[in-house]
């Protein structure tokens, strides 16, 4: 069985910054691509931000400039650097992806629980 867990979200003022944790627990070799989503009251979720195997980065346009997303694979981890914030990204945070198990099977679809930010005006 493979989690994913987020960490990192929480109150900030909006202009500052948050950095959002991405770790996967489990027997796994690698993390393939992975992506950061989020949800607000609301709203649909949305695709913030991409990461590939080969660390190719993509943005929605709504934060471009300001979030930058990166990854450990020898951790196991991805991360959401989250600069320049702005009250309209208040949202639930949810990192995804696929992952490749020890023995070469693998674990597809992860979805974290999701970490909660907040950005006041």
């Known amino acids: 069985q493979v989690q994913l867990v987020e960490s990192g979200g929480g109150l900030v003022q909006a202009g500052g910054s948050l950095r959002l944790s991405c770790v996967a627990f489990g027997s796994i070799s690698r993390l393939d691509d992975m992506y950061w989503y989020r949800q607000a009251p609301g709203k649909q979720r949305e695709l913030v931000a991409t990461i590939t195997l080969v660390r190719a980065t993509n943005y929605a346009d709504s934060v471009k400039g300001r979030f930058t997303v990166s990854r450990d694979d020898t951790a196991n981890t991805v991360y959401l650097q989250m600069n320049s914030l702005k009250p309209e990204d208040t949202a639930i945070y949810y990192c995804?992806?696929?992952?490749?198990?020890?023995?070469?099977?693998?674990?597809?679809?992860?979805w974290g629980q999701g970490t909660q930010v907040t950005v006041s005006s």
């Open positions: 995804h992806g696929d992952a490749v198990g020890l023995g070469g099977g693998s674990f597809v679809n992860l």
